[in-house]
């Protein structure tokens, strides 16, 4: 590999680690709610300028949370209680002149960023676990992976011409990609140039501190 290649390689790879590093979830707030343990979340610049330029040429991207609540033990390993996700799909309708926000729960049109970026970033009353199943003498804690796709599976032979010089427009096609069929058509050297260009899968995971619940009561670990 020449010099000049691996340079321009660290170079965005460097760039890629600056980027992650204004990226993350932030807790707002642990609660019970109708018996329910329920978190209310943001995670931080998660719709960024390159996805938003993506979404306006008409790529769909897809974000995921996982979200896992452990019951804290002594040592290394921990009792996974619950996980649970959420899975939303954004792209720009043309004919409706909107951005789409489609969820399990609902489907959103609006023709604000800003409101893309809202719905896609702050995540309130998300359902976790019975509080009353829970042990008021036990410690817990709430991980959260914020997992975006910039590009759904559907994209990507349009991004190859894209890329090439061979197409100036998308063309959405079905949305029903899934994991699997994901998981063929990412791989190798195309992998790694959508990292490079900044349509690579992103990954973003926070974790709370320790709390106990009491009740209705959140207690938080001094």
Same mark, same amino acid.
């Given at each position: 590999m020449k010099k000049s290649t691996l340079t321009f390689i660290l170079f965005f790879l460097l760039s890629s680690l600056l980027q992650g590093a204004s990226k993350r979830v932030v807790l707002d707030s642990v609660k019970v709610k109708s018996d329910l343990l329920m978190l209310d979340f943001t995670t931080e610049g998660i719709i960024d300028q390159k996805v938003s330029e993506g979404l306006q040429k008409g790529l769909t991207s897809t974000i995921e949370y996982q979200i896992q609540l452990w019951e804290k033990k002594s040592g290394w390993i921990n009792n996974l209680v619950s996980e649970s996700e959420i899975r939303m799909k954004v792209f720009y309708d043309n004919w409706e002149n909107k951005y789409v926000i489609m969820s399990r729960k609902e489907k959103r049109l609006t023709s604000s960023l800003e409101t893309v970026r809202e719905k896609c970033s702050l995540i309130s009353d998300s359902p976790i676990y019975k509080a009353s199943q829970l042990d008021s003498t036990s410690y817990y804690f709430v991980t959260i992976k914020v997992i975006l796709q910039p590009l759904s599976v559907e994209n990507y032979q349009e991004i190859k011409?894209? +890329?090439? !010089?061979?197409?100036k427009n998308f063309q959405l096609k079905k949305l029903g990609d899934t994991q699997q069929q994901e998981k063929k058509i990412k791989g190798g050297m195309f992998k790694m140039l959508m990292? +490079?260009? !900044?349509?690579?899968?992103?990954?973003?995971?926070g974790k709370s501190e320790e709390f106990s619940v009491q009740g209705n009561r959140i207690i938080w670990k001094e």
């Open positions: 011409n894209w +890329l090439s !010089g061979e197409a990292a +490079l260009t !900044g349509f690579g899968d992103r990954v973003i995971s």
